[in-house]
T-cell receptor
Framework: GAVVSQHPSWVICKSGTSVKIECRSLDFQATTMFWYRQFPKQSLMLMATSNEGSKATYEQGVEKDKFLINHASLTLSTLTVTSAHPEDSSFYIC????????????FGDGTRLSIL | DAKTTQPTSMDCAEGRAANLPCNHSTISGNEYVYWYRQIHSQGPQYIIHGLKNNETNEMASLIITEDRKSSTLILPHATLRDTAVYYCIVRVGGRGSTLGRLYFGRGTQLTVWP
């Protein structure tokens, strides 16, 4: 079935560094992918919609210069957290829709980001 | 924004049926009801969805009221591995639809105990 893979699954970085998270659709093409952020004991918050061949669409209140999204191909979207600080520590999850199944979106297993 | 209301938490004994309610009183005629669950530190897992008819698959059953303002997810024989946060989401589009974003509410923490 359709699978979405995220990498890395866990990353620890020093404050001020930039961190790139990859989201791949393994056996289907995705012109659209979605990025979510989840803080402990909270729900998933949609951050942005990644669009292949065009700019990402950000949800209200999400800083586009802070969270850079690049949809490089039909199977890859990347989220770069620039100049990360401890308050950016969170669980980041991507998803991709496919018409190949009855599920509206397939989710990756998430990336745990910890900024020291 | 999430358009659903769910209880914060529920408990269920292992082997019993778990019935998780969801209110979506402002649902539109072309919006489906989707259920996902999230086990701790994993990505959400799709369970089931429906428009107005009751639905059943290998994981669960979905009962939607006639006025479509509420629904109930039923796990017929809950196991310890069903302990998770269950999210009820309404959105345009059904089978194979790639339309629209998914907005998650706070969900229901279901705890299945031995």
């Amino acid at each position: 079935g359709a699978v979405v893979s995220q990498h890395p699954s866990w990353v620890i970085c020093k404050s001020g560094t930039s961190v790139k998270i990859e989201c791949r659709s393994l056996d289907f093409q995705a012109t659209t992918m979605f990025w979510y952020r989840q803080f402990p004991k909270q729900s998933l918050m949609l951050m942005a919609t990644s669009n292949e061949g065009s700019k990402a669409t950000y949800e209200q209140g999400v800083e586009k210069d802070k969270f850079l999204i690049n949809h490089a191909s039909l199977t890859l979207s990347t989220l770069t957290v620039t100049s990360a600080h401890p308050e950016d520590s969170s669980f980041y999850i991507c998803s991709a829709p496919t018409v190949r199944s009855n599920q509206p979106q397939h989710f990756g297993d998430g990336t745990r980001l910890s900024i020291l | 924004d999430a358009k659903t209301t769910q209880p914060t938490s529920m408990d269920c004994a292992e082997g019993r049926a778990a019935n998780l309610p969801c209110n979506h009183s402002t649902i539109s005629g072309n919006e489906y009801v989707y259920w996902y669950r999230q086990i701790h530190s994993q990505g959400p897992q799709y369970i089931i969805h429906g428009l107005k008819n009751n639905e059943t698959n290998e994981m669960a059953s979905l009962i939607i009221t006639e006025d479509r303002k509420s629904s109930t997810l039923i796990l017929p024989h809950a196991t310890l591995r069903d302990t998770a946060v269950y999210y009820c989401i309404v959105r345009v589009g059904g089978r194979g639809s790639t339309l629209g974003r998914l907005y998650f509410g706070r969900g229901t923490q279901l705890t299945v105990w031995p």
